[in-house]
């Protein structure tokens, strides 16, 4: 039997995830291009690698030998990348980054500017995922370096402060709930809200708010934090967006700015990685830069 390294990374991807829909994300693939590869592999070898079932799939006793041996497949491709990484001269290097929205938009542009003008041979794969996806795609090899939150299960990743990122209720000054210093998310859901047009966060929200029992009513979707607190200030709805975006919008849009009561509204940042030695030697330089020990130039 014959399986490449995209085999093996869908194969680790979908098990991690228990789940084929979410594998082939992580993966990069679609969900039909992944069930190919996957029937493949089974065909190839004469074996049943998944169980598949109605919450998900595990792997089988052929399934669980295949994942541990290509762990150690690609865990010494990673290593060999970055060996080699360091002998090459001249070559462009790109590094995988998976952020969530507000590390995306909030703190990256700003962090990432004076590092990646200083290391023009570097391209920047830099895509937006939840956290726990991309604790994941970390842990499975699917990206270098990682930018999550703490409500992400990182066992297995080396983890250094990014940012503090806190969550906020938007609204018109004029709004019954303006007056509120706090609100709890419960009292958000029944009201008019204006949602992101995809996204990491809106899918959090979205997730936050079933957890509860409930749906958020959106009214309109728009595509950046600047569209949610324009129209919050104008009374279209309600909206919620990091606390670093309501202030920078507060006076020019005339928001009222509310903390929300729940604790996993005040997110602790983290830039994590599989592993320091697996990273090329520009890598390593980016990883501490994110984590603050990072100087320009360097």
């Known amino acids: 039997m014959r399986f490449d390294l995209t085999d093996l990374r869908l194969f680790l991807a979908v098990v991690d995830a228990g789940s084929i829909t979410h594998g082939a994300a992580d993966a990069g693939l679609s969900l ?79 962090r990432l500017a004076g590092w990646m003008a200083s290391h023009p041979q ?51 000054r004029e709004h019954p709930l303006a007056a509120t210093p706090r609100v709890r998310f419960s009292d958000v859901t029944g009201q008019p809200f204006i949602g992101l047009a995809g996204g990491a966060l809106q899918d959090h929200l979205d997730m936050q708010a079933a957890r509860i029992g409930g749906t958020l009513k959106i009214r309109v979707k728009v595509r950046g934090f600047d569209g949610v607190c324009r129209m919050a200030g104008e009374g279209v709805g309600i909206g919620i967006v990091p606390e670093t975006a309501a202030r920078r919008w507060k006076r020019s849009c005339r928001l009222a700015v509310i903390r929300l009561s729940e604790g996993w509204a005040t997110r602790r ?21 994110l984590a603050g020990d990072g100087r320009p130039g360097r």
């Open 122 to 172: 570097v391209d920047l794969d830099l895509k937006e995922r939840q956290s726990s996806d991309i604790a994941r795609s970390v842990l499975a090899g699917f990206a270098d370096i990682g930018i999550l939150s703490d409500a992400a299960e990182t066992e297995g990743l080396i983890l250094r402060p990014f940012a503090t990122d806190r969550l906020v209720v938007v609204t018109a």
């Open 32 to 110: 039909s291009a992944a069930s190919e590869r996957l029937q493949d592999m089974e065909a190839a070898g004469g074996i049943t690698l998944l169980e598949r079932g109605r919450r998900g799939v595990r792997p089988t006793a052929a399934g669980e030998a295949l994942a541990h041996h290509a762990r150690l497949i690609l865990h010494q491709m990673a290593r060999l990348r970055g060996e080699l990484g360091e002998h090459a001269k001249g070559f462009r290097v790109t590094i995988r980054l998976l952020a969530n929205t507000a590390a995306i938009t909030e703190f990256l542009p700003e």
């Open 269 to 289: 940042l983290s830039v994590c990685v599989r592993g320091e030695q697996e990273l090329t030697p520009q890598g390593r330089s980016l990883f501490e830069h």
